[in-house]
């Protein structure tokens, strides 16, 4: 089996669904993603963080 392309997340889930089960391919789906999002939102913390140092310096 070959998973190619922006559809590999997809194709895992549908594989795992088949394995295990639809409520597991929903489980793993909103796992990745919730992840994903506060990986996101911990950069977006991190990036602002040199600023707020720069305007306490800099008032």
Same mark, same amino acid.
């Given at each position: 089996?070959?998973? #190619? *392309? &922006?559809?590999?997340?997809?194709?895992?889930?549908? /594989?795992?669904?088949?394995?295990? *089960?639809?409520?597991?391919?929903?489980?793993? /789906?909103?796992?990745?993603?919730?992840?994903?999002?506060?990986?996101?939102? *911990?950069?977006?913390? #991190? *990036?602002?963080?040199?600023? #707020?140092?720069?305007?306490? &310096?800099?008032?």
């Amino acid at each position: 089996m070959s998973i #190619r *392309g &922006d559809q590999r997340l997809i194709t895992l889930a549908n /594989l795992l669904g088949e394995e295990f *089960g639809t409520p597991i391919r929903w489980m793993f /789906l909103i796992a990745f993603w919730s992840a994903a999002y506060t990986s996101l939102l *911990g950069v977006v913390e #991190r *990036g602002s963080l040199p600023l #707020r140092r720069f305007h306490q &310096d800099h008032p």
